[in-house]
């Protein structure tokens, strides 16, 4: 895979920094955090994007010319916070049916600190679910995709995008957007909000 220039991550916010023990969690959380954000200034219907997270300050003493491309604000807050990351977007996905085909072909080399992951999922409330006609034409001479057509027909249907990343052998952070309520400041953040996405994330750093 082709890496993109690097998405330089906001500088730690003083929310999720507190101690050095919390140092990695909190820069994850501002990278997933500065990640979400550039991908919803994209809009919605997107695809899955991955995104390879390396520490600002192992990138620029193997890459120099990296600083071109970052802040000095970046740069900065990199000096000052050893776990700062820097997001670098991969290119040329190999094809795959699903996210956790994907997912499980990857894999990084041991210069690559973290990973992170954009994808769009549609939920519904567990009622809505329960619902479900038990005879729709879900036989493989029929519509295999008729569950799927009849849970985004259904108007209590809520699109998400999910944010997630994980560092190797270290925290996760999830962040949740709605398209309901697209704005930066209802986003909601935890974690382990999306333990299977984590789970299959952490495996490609094995």
Known sequence: M???PPTPPSTPSSDTRTTADDAPRAALADAVREIEHHVAAAGWDAP???????????????EPGLADQLTPETLAAAREHAWHLTSVEQEGLPPAPDLETLLAGLSWPATVDGVAVTVERVVLPPEAEEAMPADLPTGPDQDPDAAVQWLLAHPDRQDVRLAVGVLRDGPAWCAVRTRAHDA????GQGGDVVPGLVAALRATLE
């Open 184 to 187: 930066d400041d209802q986003v």
């Open 2 to 4: 082709t890496p993109q």
């Open 48 to 62: 899955v994007r991955v995104f390879a997270l390396v520490r600002t300050q192992a990138a620029l003493a193997a």
